[in-house]
């Protein structure tokens, strides 16, 4: 059973850092070699993070099963991860092409957590961070919508929509947003993400997040974002990861005292 468990929580992670990382972020050169001045701005956000997995195997394997069905010997297996923290943001300044350079860490009260890492992100979701340092799915929402130029109403067409297509030979990734309502500045914002890799073990993303992100301060103050995931493996094994994730703001060290 212990190998059964240990199974599960591997394939949780896997995908729960794909499934929240831009198209652009894996691959990507990395930021390490940028220069890291005084912060000029530091962010708190609460999270919590809740992910779900279920493996359908056909055929005989090695491993029990939480539920077993005779017909066609169909496996289950499931597993879940929850946890609950604070993300902590160092804004360190600007880049020529208008990336943010940031340095951002996690402290969850059971697993989430990670040491501090240098990341660049941009106006279009994309982001780059070191690749030598573990950076949660959870963080890497919150990185996306951190860039000053993410949420521009001005362009924006009639419908108060945009669409971002990043789509290449390996897979089709497109963002669509529209802008709900205005209130105080805040803007509420809707995004659908979808993300499809081609290929002989095909996998598909599916993304909807609500967002509340303040056009003064040029930050998100608040983030709910869900994910299904779907992985169709070879050997008959299809995963299926749903993820929950939460961010609010809870201090500013720039916000009006």
Not at 9 to 33: E, K, Q, Y
Not at 101 to 107: G, L, M, P, W
Not at 125 to 130: F, M, P, Q, R, V
Request: glycine content about 8%.
């Amino acid at each position: 059973m212990r190998n059964h468990f240990h199974r599960i929580a591997t394939l949780l992670a896997v995908p729960a850092i794909f499934a929240g990382a831009p198209a652009s972020a894996m691959g990507a050169d990395s930021p390490a070699a940028a220069s890291s001045p005084a912060p000029s701005r530091h962010l708190v956000y609460s999270f919590t993070y809740s992910s779900n997995g279920d493996l359908e195997s056909h055929g005989s394997n090695g491993y029990a099963s939480d539920t077993h069905s005779g017909a066609g010997d169909t496996r289950d297996y499931r597993g879940s991860i929850d946890d609950r923290g604070t993300i902590s943001v160092d804004a360190v300044g600007l880049q020529p092409d208008g990336g943010l350079v940031v340095k951002i860490s996690e402290h969850g009260q059971n697993t989430r957590s990670s040491d501090t890492v240098l990341c660049v992100t941009y106006g279009n979701t994309n982001t780059i961070c070191d690749p030598n340092k573990q950076v949660n799915s959870e963080e890497l929402t919150l990185l996306r919508f951190l860039a000053p130029s993410f949420a521009d109403p001005a362009a924006t067409d009639g419908m108060k929509q945009w669409k971002v297509d990043q789509s290449d030979a390996d897979a089709t990734r497109t963002a669509d947003y529209a802008l709900r309502s205005t209130a105080n500045g805040v803007m509420q914002i809707d995004e659908r993400r979808v993300m499809r890799q081609h290929g002989g073990n095909p996998a598909t993303t599916d993304i909807s997040t609500q967002l509340a992100w303040d056009s003064a301060r040029k930050v998100p103050v608040s983030v709910e974002e869900y994910v299904t995931r779907r992985d169709a493996a070879m050997g008959g094994q299809n995963m299926t990861t749903t993820l929950q994730t939460t961010l609010k703001l809870v201090s500013d060290s720039m916000a009006k005292q």
